[in-house]
């Protein structure tokens, strides 16, 4: 078949971020014959479209095992002298038959058919031999593709930061050429969800990674969770991954009652934590001086939860590297299930991640901030609230859980129903927009002072002496996941819940298409204007410079300002 003419500028942008391909079983040649067909489709393919099956939903746990599965037969390549795409898969296309394969920055994904064709890849690869250096003898599927021939370097691609989400002043433009506000919703989770790339991406990461742990622990597996699985990811979120050790833990065994038998001889230590401690320390020094393209490592070993820190250059993840960390891994459960049962969840959840962030309520380092988990967890705890409820309570899911289902987890009971056809959904038909309004209001006027956010019981609970912010944490309950949030954090969440649910009220409409046309500007309303960068703090620094700052409940003040604001914002519109 005829290579159709896009093929030949599709070439000159090799290396162009965001293609997949997806190709059946079968030849190069084959797959370039559809090649026009791809090229130039964006793959920012949402994730839940693929966890999706024809009736009903997948549980996360099959999810994972195909991913993994897809993830062990893939490989990494670094394509930095690679000019021809054409010539790269032929070459490749003689280990074996390439399943899937995408570009991003310098890098490809390539997925082969079979697991086989990664032992005969390897067979082909050869031991790099630079100058003077010496190599760690340590094989991984962290390939380069070099490239012996001239090389045009005009084509050279470009390195430059795949995986993150637009930058937000571009997205606060798109969302005001929006038509109303549950469409800007629909377009910011739409710009900010995982796609389809970067999630084979990072289970392709745990899948290298686990290579590495494999020859001490060769039953063990590393698997994602956090945000990278459970459908609040944003692009460029952190990699939150889990070493599962137990496979050979022997936790489940049964002894013989009589009779011979052998058992292993294995090192004894004090306690679970400092086994679990050891073993970080000793797979961090592994990836350390035998991983490529582990950099930066840290062990932080003391943590509540231990865990290996470290920049994967390659994909560019933020990498942290948990084990016997089964709850997280039931808390990852949980979301990825009422994220499922409603779409609205996770807009709701994407829009005030994306909001809190703008705001600087939530922040990447460790700190007095509100994290995205307890922010996520009390966007659920409002659904719980909604009239008639929007998801039910985690006491609710336990109840419906069958013997299956049931789950302890050092003492502690994770059980929830992992069956979604059992799950009956109440008819609530509020709008997106309605609800982001409410969420404002709801937690601008939140008793914090007294009461707990309950999730297990999905109504409010008193609080116990102590934290500002108290949410119970839905497994190990006698536990605050927000118990590092301090006062001053948690008056500018409600202060900035305050400002934003009069904001949205007074920026509701999208302005006629007559007022915008021929200008230049474009007007700013509805959640755009919930991105900007609040104006209360420099306000009140003002007001209150020789005073000590304190939190207030909505006041005139506030009002005045942001109406002053606004038809500042009117007049040069106009003007
Ligand atoms: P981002 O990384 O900020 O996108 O969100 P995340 O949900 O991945 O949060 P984070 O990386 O901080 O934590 C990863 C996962 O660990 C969360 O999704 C939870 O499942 C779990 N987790 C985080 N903090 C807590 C906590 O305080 N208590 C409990 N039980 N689990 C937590
Ligand atoms: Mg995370």
Redesign the pocket.
Known sequence: MRISPSFGSAMASFFKMCRLHTIGRGSVVKCLQKVDTFLHRNIGTNVVAVQEEKNGFKSLYAVQAERQEQAERSVLISCHSMTNEKRFLEYLANYGDIQKYFFYGIYAVVEFANKESIASLFEGTAIPSIGTESMMPFKSRLLSMRNLDSVDLRNQPKKHLAQQSIPINELIQRLSKEESIDQQITSLTEAHQLTEESCRLRFLVCSLLKDIVAPFFPECTIKP????V?G???LG??L?MFLDLDGISGKNATMPKSGLFLEYQMKAAKSERIVTQNILSGIGTCMDLFGPGCVGLHKILDAR?PLVRFTHQPSGFQC?LTAN?R??????E??YLYGELDPRVRHLVFTV?CWAQAQGI?K?IPGAWI????L?VMVLFFLQRRNPPIIPTLEHLRDLAGPEDKSVIEDNDCTFVSDFSKIQLESNTETLEQLLCEFFEFYASFSFKTLSINIRKGREQNKPVGDPLHIQ????TT?????NVNTTQLGRFVALCQESSWLIQQNKTAPSRGDTEGKATITLWGVSNLLLPSQIEEVKRKQNSSKKQKFEPTNQWIKDMLKSMKATNNQQNQS
């Open positions: 969770f956090g945000s990278s459970n609040f990811g944003k979120c952190d939150d939860c942290d960390n709850v997280a891994m039931k808390s990852t949980l979301l991640r939530t990447s994290s995205n988990f307890s996520t944490n839905p497994f190990e536990l605050n996941v927000s118990k």
